[in-house]
């Protein structure tokens, strides 16, 4: 039984650090494990100019205790409106992607896009400099059962936009379903998918264990075991076009138990050790380092990190909760044994 294991520096691809003095508790979690995350840009106001996310970048990488290497890579929010013309300042200040929420879709979400063919001349102007799309991919209709909304979205709105964009590269961010896992895998070298630690270790029994428990709830929402299973034969397939993306995303906790709490699984913590032990439970851990670390950096055309983290099969309690500005912030888990620790 592997009781070690230690890969290269992983990236994630995909994770909320909110702003202000909630950096100083999240993005030292971060560094701590990975060389870069891509931030998400649904601060309130969103990140919709070049000038912002460099602004926002700036405020990160103060957050970035002395000593240890971090870069945030920055992400523009896609509206009805980005100007084409912001493409191009965004790729000069080092921006890597645009993010499509739909409106409404999630946290932080109003200003997102009503019709994708509003963002054509935007889309076109990314597929042009090399920006990348980032896909919140689910339907927002009401008439659309909750569970069905990301299968419906590939068939109404993700199929029709790579037709149109072939070779914008587009991340389908942190699928939950089989459909997901199956269509990224049956499509180009254009289209690739983030996984997030929970939705390989959780279905959606986990949201209604001994009672209502929010702290498992995100969107997209935990699906069936199905699916989870078929996420997780993706992320340990060695197929470099599922990569790693925490979607970690803090909430203060009493905005998760409230009556109508917030979705966001708060993972940063423990990221890499939540991912160990989901490959671990399937025999797959010699699959980790490309998931981790190889095939994000190859998709988004960025130098694979140097140096390596080590992670070991031994048990330990994270803290039960966090300072998060003035509020507490409840990790995933919060109180619960984990059976893998990053080595320090
Ligand atoms: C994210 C957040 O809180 O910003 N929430 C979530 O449930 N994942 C938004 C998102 O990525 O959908
Ligand atoms: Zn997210």
Known sequence: MTREITLT??????????????????VPHTAAQFARAIIMPNLKPPVTTAAQAVAYRDRIRSAVPAGMA???????????????????????????AVKL????????????????????????????EGILLLVHGEVTSPDIDLFDR????????????????PELKVVMEHITTKEAAHYVASADRYLGATLTAHHLLYNRNAI????IRPHYYCLPVLKRETHRVALVAAATSGNPKFFLGTDSAPHPAHLKEHATGCAGCYTAHAAMEMYAEAFDAVG???????????????????PRNTGTITLRKESWTPPE??????????????GEALPWRLAV
């Open 70 to 96: 971090f870069e945030p890579l920055m992400t523009l929010y896609l509206t009805d409106n980005l100007p084409p013309d912001e493409i191009r300042r965004a790729k000069e200040a080092g921006v890597v």
């Open 208 to 211: 209604f264990t001994g009672g």
């Open 284 to 302: 797959a851990l010699d699959k980790l380092e490309g998931f981790a670390s190889f095939f994000g950096a190859d998709f988004y055309g960025l």
């Open 9 to 26: 520096r992983p990236d994630d691809w995909h994770l909320h650090v909110r702003d202000g003095a909630a950096l100083e508790t999240v």
């Open 150 to 165: 990301e299968a419906v979205f590939i068939e109404e709105q993700l199929m029709p936009l790579r037709r149109d964009f």
């Open 321 to 334: 909760s966090f300072a998060f500005g003035e509020a507490e912030l409840k990790p995933l888990r919060s």
């Open 101 to 128: 929420y739909p409106a409404g879709a999630t946290t932080n979400s109003d200003a997102g896009v009503t019709d994708i063919r509003k963002t054509y001349a935007t889309l076109e102007a990314m597929q042009r």
